[in-house]
């Protein structure tokens, strides 16, 4: 199934969008997407080929288009794995789940996380013990700690607010511009959901707070409420 995936993305390959997704997803030396590798697809096509194959599609096969520098080889991976979560029972979720966790070295861009943390590891851990995304978002791994902070959406979504807060804290001081928009991105979600709990995290940490985590947490407030905490950095 691998090869039937892997020959369906490369006859889509577009050269005109490769440099402007390598931009983007900043390839370049030193930058953190360093060395990914773009055929310059559509995502609307990458979903087209998960679709036709993610039934068929096992583990090894994932594991492959994992093991890939190909950047959209990897989505598709993931994007398997996130629609495979969804129809699967208790024994393959957990299958699911440990797999993912053992492929974090290879869930390494933003775009990647984001369209599978929330829907594998936070919906596997609705129920569960929390104990690993603390691990997570202690990892020397940028993409470990954004997976800790993406997994958080889904429980914000059932109103539950103190995994978000608690990693949201313990990523405050983190260098990284990826999690100062992903922190950032959660804590607006949270007051989408409930403006009170994000009022009392902002009036305790707004001068702690990275200026792109305190825009990103406030684009959804009133605009003198969003003056008000600007103006205190």
């Known amino acids: 199934m691998y090869q039937k995936i892997s020959q369906e993305l490369n006859k889509l390959k577009n050269p005109e969008k490769i440099e402007v997704y390598q931009r983007f997803f900043k390839t370049g030396k030193g930058e953190y997407g ?69 492929n974090t070295k290879n869930i390494n861009n933003w775009d990647l996380i984001d369209l599978s943390a929330p829907n594998v590891v936070g919906r596997y851990l609705l129920d569960k013990n929390r104990k690993i995304l603390y691990t997570l978002a202690k990892s020397k791994s940028l993409w470990e700690r954004r997976i800790s902070v993406l997994a958080t959406f889904t429980f914000i979504r059932e109103k539950d607010f103190k995994d978000a807060i608690k990693i949201s804290e313990m990523l405050l001081n983190d260098s990284h511009d990826l999690i100062h928009k992903a922190v950032g991105w959660m804590l607006r979600e949270m007051g989408k959901k409930d403006e009170k709990e994000l009022i009392k995290f902002l009036d305790k940490h707004t001068l702690q707070m990275p200026r792109t985590m305190l825009r990103y947490s406030i684009e959804r407030l009133q605009e003198k409420k969003r003056k008000y905490y600007l103006n205190l950095k």
């Open 34 to 102: 360093e060395g990914d590798i773009f055929l310059g697809l559509r995502m609307a096509q990458t979903r087209e080929i998960m679709k036709k194959y993610f039934n068929e599609a096992g583990f090894n096969d994932v594991q492959k288009l994992l093991n890939s520098k190909i950047h959209e080889y990897r989505m598709v991976g993931v994007l398997v794995l996130v629609e495979k979560f969804k129809k699967a029972d208790d024994k393959l979720r957990k299958d699911i789940f440990n797999f993912y966790l053992k």
